[in-house]
């Protein structure tokens, strides 16, 4: 089985993506391979920050890597918050983070928004990259105790529950990580078998 470093040490995401990877390959977390520094995210767009952060691990640790960015976009507030979805309240508490995306769009009529993701995969010294795109609302309130981050606020399109509320093999078949990682994925086990 073959290894590979995801840039993340947030368990629920290496869960995620562990889940949709499958046995195929094992992932190391940035704390396995003794990584405790704070790798910049400077970019102005997902592609930046997840190229960059990508970048530092092969360049401080040699490792075949990848990693990902990902962040709410809600056309109602300018594509806010966007690459700065983790730290948007000016903290990384998610509950601040979403309470403040309620509190701005308090009696908007456009709730529309997206989820995205791209994931930046350096293997043998070359950049590949996968986006997944999920469209959605905004709920007036957060709803359901699944999941992480904005998950409580956002219905995606055509179902009537929030990321929170659906079963987490249901979020992971539509979600916009879901959908990078499975283009990922695909990558990987045609680049397995080339």
């Keep these: 089985m ?10 629920h995401k290496l869960e995620e993506v562990q889940a949709l990877i499958g046995n195929r390959f094992r992932l190391q ?3 396995e391979i003794g990584c405790t520094d704070d790798i910049p995210e400077t970019g102005t767009t997902f592609h930046e920050n997840a190229s960059q952060k990508s970048h530092f ?4 640790f040699h490792v075949d890597c ?3 960015d990902s962040g709410l976009e809600v056309d109602a507030l300018n594509g806010e918050p966007g690459v700065y979805s983790a730290r948007y309240s000016g903290s990384r508490d998610p509950q601040t983070n979403l309470g403040l995306v309620l509190e701005k769009m308090r009696g908007m009529s456009n709730r529309s928004a997206r989820f995205r993701c791209v994931i930046s995969l350096l293997q043998d010294g ?11 609302q905004i709920t007036e309130e957060a709803s ?10 956002f219905i995606p399109a055509g179902y009537q529950q929030t990321f929170s509320e659906m ?4 979020k992971n078949r539509i979600s916009h990580r879901g959908q990078a990682v499975s283009k990922l994925v695909e990558f990987l086990i045609k680049d397995d078998q080339a």
């Excluded at 073959?2 to 368990?11: D, I, R, Y």
């Excluded at 950049?127 to 997944?132: D, K, Q």
């Design 126 to 136: 070359e950049e590949h990259f996968f986006e997944g795109v999920v469209e959605g």
């Design 66 to 68: 990848f990693s990902d």
């Design 57 to 60: 691990l092969l360049e401080h």
């Design 29 to 31: 977390t940035l704390e």
């Design 167 to 170: 079963p987490a093999e249901e």
């Design 144 to 153: 359901g105790t699944a999941g992480f981050g904005y998950d409580p606020i």
């Design 2 to 11: 073959k290894t590979l470093v995801f840039a993340t040490n947030n368990k």
